[in-house]
């Protein structure tokens, strides 16, 4: 079973109180890191109270100490129990959901003949099932809201390179996933869309992009440059926003126009 909320830094009480339980509720998976962590500040920032969710304990606390109308759940978005146990205590805490930003992501590269059965089915099941697994458990209170489901692909699910054939797949499968849900959802007023961010200045990617493929990028990219975490999390909240009130199955590439230009970087090649 889900362990529930971690570290509440609000009272649900205290919430109640303040009125923040009439406030709008995202929900964010992978949101102790990365455009998880940027997505739940900036929703914070524009009146939104957040359910930050994500498996890695110490990390989850440590995002989400200090953010105010935030609280903290810990649940592997890729286990069903723990999925529906951690929609069940959301509800229990904020009383609704009113968006679900599916984040949460795993990306492990490799040559196809290399890759083992074990990291295709761990690639897929965090990046694919853990979509499904929480959208649909959360169907029921996105129904109420009539709310929004955004889902996080990438670049890669749209255009084929090398080593990437489990992460690739899986990220091409939610950009399916997410039509699959603005086809069925519509007549409940809910909308589902789809962000592919290009290549973002986070933290893993300097880790492990080197600078041959970091000059590639810029070289390739028509804006020169990489997104940041902060970009991508501007166009998640616009489609969890009123503004986006008629658009529903898009897919949209944050990418800085690298989808567009379609030519392979040779640096990227294993």
Request: negative net charge; charged residues 20%.
């Amino acid at each position: 079973m889900c362990p529930g909320p971690i570290a509440p830094l609000r009272a649900v009480s205290s919430l109640r109180q303040t009125g923040r339980m009439d406030r709008n509720l995202a929900l964010v998976t992978g949101a102790a890191r990365g455009i998880g962590l940027a997505t739940t500040r900036l929703m914070l920032d524009r009146g939104w109270t957040v359910a930050m969710i994500d498996r890695d304990g110490p990390a989850l606390d440590a995002a989400a100490d200090g953010l105010r109308d935030a609280r903290a759940f810990l649940c592997d978005v890729s286990d069903p129990d723990q999925v529906a146990a951690m929609i069940d205590d959301v509800r229990t805490a904020f009383g609704r959901i009113d968006a679900v930003v599916n984040n949460a992501g795993v990306a492990l590269f490799g040559p196809i003949e290399e890759t083992g059965f074990d990291t295709w089915r761990e690639v897929m099941a965090t990046n694919l099932d853990g979509p499904f697994l929480v959208t649909q458990a959360a169907l029921p209170a996105l129904k109420e809201s009539r709310g929004s489901v955004v889902n996080i692909a990438s670049i890669s699910g749209l255009r084929a390179s090398t080593l990437r054939v489990a992460y690739g797949t899986s990220k091409a499968a939610v950009i399916q996933l997410t039509k699959q849900q603005a086809a069925e959802f519509g007549e409940f007023g809910i909308r589902a869309n789809c962000i592919c961010p290009g290549p973002v200045r986070t933290k893993l990617a300097m880790a492990v992009h080197t600078q041959e493929i970091v000059d590639a990028y810029h070289d390739a990219i028509p804006l020169n440059r990489y997104g940041s975490e902060k970009e991508i999390a501007s166009c998640i909240a616009f489609l969890c926003s009123d503004e986006a009130s008629y658009v529903t199955g898009q897919v949209l590439a944050a990418d800085g126009g690298f989808e567009a230009t379609g030519v392979g970087l040779p640096a990227l090649r294993g």
